[in-house]
């Protein structure tokens, strides 16, 4: 698949303040690419200079193997759909989507049977001639993307479009993007928080903080390989259970417990000392009777398809378990064993994957 968007080292700054640093992200065409971090990582404003609506401070941005760090954002040819969906209110649903199309003076005919065409699709026949104002939150969505639809855009940049609804009319949502998206195959670069929404939606994602890229990887692989601990306590609802590890003699002291370390591990941890053990809540295995890691149950939560329990190990390092069957009775855990298949192994000084290959 070739690429369709390249950042080469590309940093960003207001001021002295460097809000991006040295960014380097190959988009490929037609992928959908999800931005996530926490306020403020830079995910919205890689998106604006995507747009041309913000200046590169220094790097290079390439689209289709163009130079486009100077160019003017009207001819970059980009569908975007804002946070606040950027609607006019005093305009009907069929002019707001129809508005951008008659400023690129197209003919009537293909105006008509473009509107139509994305009407139809967001199932928005029926409120073609209401003002936005007379709309729900789920339907001026609607709208936004239909607006953005009908550009028939090689590129589709969306901010946090799903932020302003419910969480059934976001699940929505999220599968009505991914079927437009697989009807027309633009180059899609969407940011969000919600790592929900970037675990359903991308094809990659690429984790942000503090301006700088943390990892780029499938949803499957950044659950499963956290490429260093900020991913791994990002990802995951609870996050992935960090643990502060010694290893040493073969041995693996692990929240006051000693664990023995399977020889295929052993050359991976030859050299670390210090260590940060990831396991992810479902990953424990809850035991009854002798257990690897010992634990007392401090707090459980129910949410009908799902147990979860809040532990304290021996050293005091809280973590949490997380089971679907409900029959089990947690409150009477020992602890917890693990497979070693499950587990990421982090440098305690740096924080990163000692396994993860890029």
Known sequence: MENSIVFTHVNKAYGNNLVVE????????????ILLGPSGCGKTTTLRMIAGLEEITSGELYMEGRLVNKLEPGLRNIAMVFQSYAL????TVWENITFGLRLQKLAEEEINRRGEQAL???HLADYKQKKTHELSGGQKQRVALCRALVKHSPYFL???????????LRQQARTELVRLHEMFRPTMIYVTHDQIEAMTVADRIVVMNKGKVQQIDTPENIYRHPAN???????????MNLFQGTYA???????????SVPEEWKSLLAGHRDICVGLRPEACIPKFTEAMVNCTVEFME???????????????????LQVSNLRVDLTQLVGFDFDWSNISLFDAATGMNIGYVR
Request: hydrophobic letters at 40%; aromatic letters at 8%; a negative charge.
């Open 120 to 122: 139809e699709i967001l």
């Open 158 to 168: 969306l901010d946090e479009p799903l932020s302003n609804l419910d969480a059934q």
């Open 249 to 259: 003699g073969g041995e693996l002291y692990l929240g006051g417990c000693i664990v």
């Open 22 to 33: 040295d960014l380097n992200l190959e988009i490929r065409r037609g992928e959908r690419l």
């Open 302 to 320: 129910n949410t009908g398809n799902l147990q979860t329990a809040s532990l304290r190990l021996p050293n005091g390092e809280g973590c949490f």
């Open 88 to 91: 006019f209110p005093h305009m």
């Open 229 to 239: 601990t900020f991913v791994a306590g990002f990802i995951g609802s609870p996050a």
